[in-house]
């Protein structure tokens, strides 16, 4: 059985690629936006670090999960009817207020309510997926708060930095990034999602502090190293200042194999205006296993945005490919 969505596009079977994303923030949810459009068999794995603004302050005076990236994640899942949208947007609303509640999601405050009436994250993240009939599930990387920690090099000034918010604005290089605690525990929702789905995705974000962290727990890098599942990466299409501002394209995916070498890929998404050197981003690629699918996934503003239409049909081609067992090549081009 098929389907057909709302772009035209018809999926195979009734849901369509059993898919896990992970990552965190504004990367994450482009990706599941355009997820959107070829499954409904959806799990976002989303990372838990945030210490700044609403999420930050909850996380410090609730000692809770920082709510924010869940929140965002649920909300890019949400049905697309009256109900859904009403319910994503009252999510992402903020208080505009001359007292303590300034500047708090109310997505956030729900989120953290239900975590102190049903004391369980993970049920708690399910209750407000059902009230946006989300089309996919939303789980934390870890049930304990994490924190990022990067040792820097700023033109031979070495320093230490604490916080995702301080990493990501840091001046410097990031010459290597940590979790505290190292080994934080992890959803059994989440090993599970990873083991029996088709295709497990990793980026675009902040690298150091989205997307790299993932590898670094040991219960999710063990699941991600493991699974049968095809594997890829969607690359950002710009540097991002103050965190990987001197590094080139490929550098980002030589981070990924410094920090898993034994996390393979299968395919690396890259929008060929972002790309510094092609042939260098072909040469990391093959230092992972993966081959390079270079399409148009930018926004039409020539703004360093994903476009979640652009990137579904960039998805669909990774998956259509290998499920026509296409050969395996170098680069693979429009």
């Known amino acids: 059985m098929s389907y057909v969505d709302a772009a035209g596009w018809t999926l195979r079977g009734e849901t369509g690629p059993s898919v896990v994303a992970l990552g965190g923030g504004h990367g ?6 355009a997820l959107c459009h070829i499954t409904r068999s959806l799990t976002a794995v989303v990372t838990v670090a945030d210490d700044g603004g609403s999420s930050g302050r909850l996380r410090q005076e609730m000692e809770i999960l920082p709510p924010g990236d869940l929140r965002m994640a649920l909300a890019s899942l949400c049905e697309e009817t009256e109900w859904g949208l009403t319910w ?9 207020t001359t007292g303590p509640l300034n500047g708090h999601a109310l997505g956030n405050l729900l989120i953290s309510g239900l975590w102190q009436l049903l004391d369980d994250p993970v049920e708690g993240l399910d209750w407000v997926g059902r009230l946006l009939g989300a089309s996919g599930r939303v789980l934390p990387m870890s049930i304990d708060p994490l924190q990022i920690e990067a040792d820097m090099d700023d033109d031979g000034r070495k320093y230490t930095v604490s916080g995702q918010s301080k990493v990501a604005i840091a001046p410097g290089t ?19 999602a990873i083991e029996q789905a088709d295709w497990v995705l990793l980026g675009p974000g902040s690298w150091y502090t989205s997307v790299i962290p993932h590898v670094l727990v040991p219960d999710v ?15 950002n299409l710009s540097r991002q200042r103050g965190e990987t501002d ?5 550098d980002h995916v030589r981070v990924i194999r410094d920090y898993a070498p034994d996390f393979k890929l299968d395919v690396i998404i890259a929008d060929p205006t972002a790309i510094d050197d092609v042939d260098d981003l072909i040469v990391a690629s093959e230092g992972v296993g993966a081959r390079v699918l270079l399409r148009q996934v930018r926004t039409g ?9 652009r990137l579904a049909a960039a998805l669909r081609d990774a998956f259509d490919g290998f499920l026509g067992e296409v050969g395996k090549t170098e680069t693979w081009l429009p």
């Open 88 to 96: 994503r947007d009252v999510l992402q609303t903020r208080l505009e």
């Open 221 to 235: 890098h063990r699941a991600l190293v493991t699974t049968d599942a095809h594997r890829a990466l969607i690359l």
């Open 28 to 33: 994450l949810s482009v990706t599941l936006r």
């Open 301 to 309: 503003d020539g703004q360093p945005h994903h476009d979640p239409l």
């Open 174 to 192: 990031v010459e290597h990034i940590r979790l505290l605690p190292k080994s934080p525990r992890v959803p059994a929702e989440v090993g599970t």
């Open 246 to 250: 001197r590094m080139t394209t490929a």
